[in-house]
């Protein structure tokens, strides 16, 4: 197979999809190394347990009423 380079240095892999991500490595002046990189999976969705827990624990904390925070935030 042989691919071309336009004027904007770019090559177009006919089984590559969009997206796809390479790694290139240059072994010498003419050989080059394509690796397919694979995305890692999604993070799984938190439970509403989860998301829950995770409020209770965190250290952003309010001590304060929404109206004293209305008075500190809003102008006279």
Do not use: Y
């Not at 042989?2 to 904007?8: E, H, I, L």
């Not at 072994?27 to 209770?56: G, S, Y």
């Amino acid at each position: 197979m042989t691919v071309t380079a336009d004027s904007k240095k770019r090559v177009v892999i006919p089984w590559a999809k969009a997206g796809d991500v390479f790694a290139c490595e240059q072994r010498d002046e003419n050989h080059f190394h394509l690796a397919r990189l694979n995305p890692p999976p999604p993070p799984k969705k938190m439970t509403k347990a989860q998301v829950r827990r995770a409020i209770k624990n965190s250290k952003m904390k309010f001590d304060m009423t929404w109206e004293e925070l209305r008075e500190l935030t809003r102008e006279p």
